[in-house]
């Protein structure tokens, strides 16, 4: 027979067994929202990028189709936008420039829109996971409103929103549409590399790390590198891609105080 400092332990016991699937469920519980009639209209700028590449595995070379995220960029004025930026690594294979690499906006939907693109720069490693690619036509921002490029750092003290077309099963629904983490936070920054606790997956690589300015317009911050899948994940932010951009398309930075 339990003594009474025995039932009181027992007591405990089961009271935090009770609470702990409630602690798990809470601590599980997935923030991203999937694309909807409700969702930001300029997440549409954010689109699939499909890459044929080779890679080499026991010593023989495979075909292999890298699926990614990527951004449609412009500068605020311009009517139109022709440029979209990605991660690096999502080309890394891509060696047959007569294969064609491509660039979905609004996959899914009744009219989906599917443009070829050619790389123009990159950074080259995991280091600088970052790389422009050129469209072969250009999308009328009065149809799918390109995003401006944040002049400077984004602002560590603000949330960020982070989009692409994660392949988890869940939220992600395989890749089929696109899912973003509406309000996250930065962790770490660097000029080179930025940490978030943003839930990302892979295939939302390449994707978009966007912050609102002051006066509530959508700026891209950074382009997505890689995630955990719970609450950790690494951008590249733009200004490491600023070097390689048309001076259209790279606003000055804020003037320091």
Known sequence: MLSHSGKKALVRTLALQLLLPIFA???????????????????SAIGQLSVPGLKTEQGHATHHTERCSATLIAADEAPEADLIVTAWHCLEAYRDLSKRITFTLLPGSPAPRII????VADGGSMAADWALLRLTEAVARADIPALALHPGLADTEKTVLMAGYSRDTGVGAGGRILSYDPAC????????????????????SGGAVIQLNDDGEPL?????????GLQDSRFVPIAAVRNALPSRLSPPPPPRR
Not at 25 to 43: F, H, I, M
Not at 116 to 119: N, T
């Open 220 to 228: 891209l911050s950074g382009i997505i590198s890689e995630g955990d």
């Open 25 to 43: 469920s809470a601590a599980g519980e997935d923030p991203r929202q999937q694309l909807s009639g409700q969702s930001p209209r300029w997440l």
């Open 185 to 204: 936070r930065i962790t770490h920054r660097t000029a080179a590399l930025g940490y978030s606790d943003c839930r990302a997956h892979k295939g939302a």
């Open 116 to 119: 070829s693109a050619r790389p």
